[in-house]
């Protein structure tokens, strides 16, 4: 998954719980994105960063937050685990001026 | 508004046959580029075909091509000669590079090959 790791792969989490999700390039690319998966919906953008100390909000941010404090990695927090949060979470990479961007193995999130 | 519309959930195909998955999309730049992406049951997404919006020609990439109408605003994959392995979802993503050069993906294509 050209240099992408996300850890962890699975994860269950009880509702309120806190956690973080990590992805780690080795790609040096300056943007990174955090989507979620769900059935029917496609993948849609929750934060996204365009280089080291940056991030912005995407189509989904609420009970998000993000950070890159370190240009190859992205965190995704989530403060409050809901139910509503249970996804399958991608991290993707990509240039500046790139003709694609390249995802990591996904993360399997319930939240029960 | 969609950014990106598939409006078909479902395909099937018979092996060796080609098949085209529709995709039409919603910007207002003149720069943009369009992706296809391949999710087989495994999970993970698969990148297979770009064009951007200046290009003139189709892209094409071995047995995928993409039909790129810039006047309707579609982008459409063609497969040709499909086997048990295409069977999968398939999304279509395009980017918009101003604005923090966000992808933006289509809810899927399931294709189902048929042997």
């Known amino acids: 998954n050209a240099g992408v790791t996300q850890t962890p792969k699975f994860r269950v989490l009880k509702t309120g719980q806190s956690m973080t999700l990590l992805c780690a390039q080795d790609?040096?690319?300056?943007?990174m994105y955090w989507y979620r998966q769900d059935p029917g919906m496609g993948l849609r953008l929750i934060h996204y960063?365009?280089?080291?100390?940056?991030?912005a909000k995407g189509e989904v941010p609420d009970g998000y937050n993000v950070s890159r404090l370190k240009k190859q990695n992205f965190l995704l927090g989530l403060e409050s685990a809901a139910p509503s949060q249970t996804s399958v979470y991608f991290c993707?990479?990509?240039?500046?001026?790139?003709?694609?961007?390249?995802f990591g193995e996904g993360s399997w999130l319930t939240v029960v | 508004a969609q950014k990106i519309t598939q409006t078909q959930p479902g395909m099937f195909v018979q092996e060796k046959e080609a098949v085209t998955l529709d995709c039409t999309y919603d910007?207002?730049?003149?720069?943009?580029?369009l992706f296809w992406y391949k999710q087989p049951s495994s999970g993970e997404m698969i990148f297979l075909i770009y064009?951007?919006?200046?290009?003139?020609q189709n892209a094409t990439e071995g047995r995928y091509s993409l039909n790129f109408q810039k006047a309707r605003k579609s982008a459409n994959l063609v497969i040709s000669a499909s086997q048990l392995g295409d069977s999968a979802m398939y999304f279509c993503?395009?980017?918009?590079?101003?604005?923090?050069?966000?992808?933006?993906f289509g809810t899927g294509t399931s294709l189902t090959v048929i042997p």
């Open positions: 993503a395009m980017r918009e590079p101003y604005g923090g050069n966000q992808f933006y």
């Open positions: 960063s365009v280089g080291e100390g940056t991030t």
């Open positions: 790609m040096n690319h300056e943007y």
């Open positions: 064009q951007g919006s200046y290009d003139e």
């Open positions: 993707a990479i990509g240039r500046q001026a790139g003709n694609t961007i390249y």
């Open positions: 910007t207002s730049d003149q720069s943009y580029g």
